[in-house]
């Protein structure tokens, strides 16, 4: 039972893509995902997540916007950050802070399509995002 995180584990992955119809057929076809939830940013980007099949983690496939240039092979870093599902992403937020971890975002409601989220991000010790999550 981990005591400092409340209810935590890996929510989604995220997964920039020059093609978003490509991959998101890629991980249905191929690796069996099914979708559980697709919407559209402000921006103009697609966005999905993909359902792992497992009960918990998912894809989250994000379609580049379409003012951006798609970049190349070499240039690119598709996966963009770990998302943790918690109960409490303000509470988690709060103690990177606290300890001198970068934040990136602070907490925030946020739609996605449909669906109600509490999120937040901070830099781990070696640059990586990490997202904090909360459905509902």
């Given at each position: 039972?981990?005591t400092?995180?409340?209810?935590?584990g890996?929510h989604h992955?995220?997964?920039?893509?020059?093609d978003?119809e490509?991959?998101?057929e890629?991980?249905?076809?191929i690796?069996?995902?099914?979708l559980?939830?697709?919407?559209?940013?402000?921006d103009?980007?697609?966005?999905?997540?993909l359902d792992?099949g497992?009960g918990?983690?998912?894809?989250?496939?994000?379609?580049?916007g379409p003012?951006?240039?798609?970049a190349?092979p070499?240039?690119?870093?598709?996966?963009?950050?770990?998302?943790?599902t918690t109960?409490?992403?303000d509470?988690v937020w709060?103690a990177?802070?606290e300890a001198g971890?970068?934040?990136?975002?602070?907490?925030?409601?946020?739609?996605l399509?449909?669906?109600?989220?509490?999120?937040a991000?901070?830099?781990?010790?070696s640059?990586e995002v990490?997202e904090?999550?909360?459905e509902g």
């Amino acid at each position: 039972m981990n005591t400092r995180v409340p209810g935590v584990g890996i929510h989604h992955i995220a997964l920039r893509t020059n093609d978003y119809e490509r991959t998101v057929e890629f991980y249905q076809e191929i690796l069996g995902c099914t979708l559980k939830l697709a919407w559209e940013a402000a921006d103009g980007r697609k966005l999905c997540l993909l359902d792992l099949g497992a009960g918990g983690p998912c894809i989250e496939v994000i379609g580049h916007g379409p003012d951006e240039p798609a970049a190349t092979p070499g240039q690119f870093h598709p996966w963009m950050h770990l998302t943790l599902t918690t109960d409490d992403p303000d509470r988690v937020w709060r103690a990177a802070v606290e300890a001198g971890y970068p934040s990136v975002m602070e907490p925030k409601d946020v739609m996605l399509g449909d669906q109600p989220a509490r999120i937040a991000f901070f830099s781990g010790p070696s640059g990586e995002v990490l997202e904090v999550f909360r459905e509902g």
